[in-house]
């Protein structure tokens, strides 16, 4: 059993960026790190230095060609009308850029490296996961590789036989889903908004008996996800008793993210990290989706506290003000004029509001579909 959670990061996250009009040219890992690091969270003992997963390894689940494809593109920085057609490599979503295959797989290396590290117990952060959109011979989504997949799978390799993930992404997570359908040993729960890109996940879809999708609808609260958590989310968790939990953490679903159009405030994440500790063994925890610099690096920080059970202050030390204020999002409109909140504190003022019918209804269908 680790003797404390592990922070799993590497510098390869800064400066690293799609391209300066893609959703995700923004810092994240890396202020997640220096944020963590100002507050005195992350000493040297818990941080962990992320591999980058080898070719051989990254195919348990995706294809060669499509593995070697990848480290073509990077070598070449450019990819021929056959591989982006095939593989959909150098498109507008999932564009050629300097550490193409080099950085998906070190978020992917991480999450490999966390099923070992918690082969007897433990709880691990891998926040530069969470890639659930990849697929086996193709990117998809802004994932490149699928590293929730490949984190199960090492999970699995090392004594978990049953493991619920659980995804409260604002997108749907169809490359998880692709990778474990009808497979009895695998709960899928995932939270997103419905009819957004890629469409899938309808409350109808089960994936063969192992997936509960709830689509909820734009403007999704806190009260909302909570009314979620605590009567389909822990109720079907504690039902399938795992050996393990792969929580899914993507920051896209708060109310200042320029992609989804979601309600909440990062204090919803936070609940549900906490809920899950101690219901597994074995507690891995991913990012995902999260397109504003302050809203992901705050609520992911946020993550790290929860799972430490540090107590989040009411107002930043000048340290951790100072890695906020570095921070820019030029050519969004939320970037242009932040407010001052953004730089001094970690914690969103909650957002409550009705519990509206249509997510009332969509648990009760799922409780039932069930049996919980």
Known sequence: ?????LFI???????SSYGRTHPLRVPRVSTVMDL?????????EVYVNSP???????????TPEYVSALQAAEAAQGVSEEVRARHQLGTISNPVFPEIFRRPATAAGGSILAGELLANGGVVYNPAGGTHHGMPDRANGFCYLNDPVLAMLSLRHHGAQR???VDIDAHHADGVEHGFAGDPDVLMISVHEENLWPKTGTLMEDAGGSALNLPVPRGFNDDE????RDELILPAVEAFAPDAIVLQCGADAVTEDPLPHLDLSNNAHWAVVRALMGMAPRYLVLGGGGYNPWSVGRLWTGVWATLNGFEIPEHLPEAGEKVLRGLEFNGNRLGRNPPEHWFTTLRDQPRGGEVRQVIRQGVAYLRVRHGL
């Open 1 to 5: 059993m680790l003797a404390k959670p």
């Open 9 to 15: 990061g590497s510098e390869i996250y800064r400066g």
């Open 36 to 44: 963590s690091r100002a507050l005195g969270w992350l000493p040297d």
């Open 52 to 62: 980058q997963a080898k070719a051989a390894a990254l195919t348990a689940w995706h």
């Open 163 to 165: 493991i619920a993930y």
């Open 225 to 228: 996800m909570a009314h979620v």
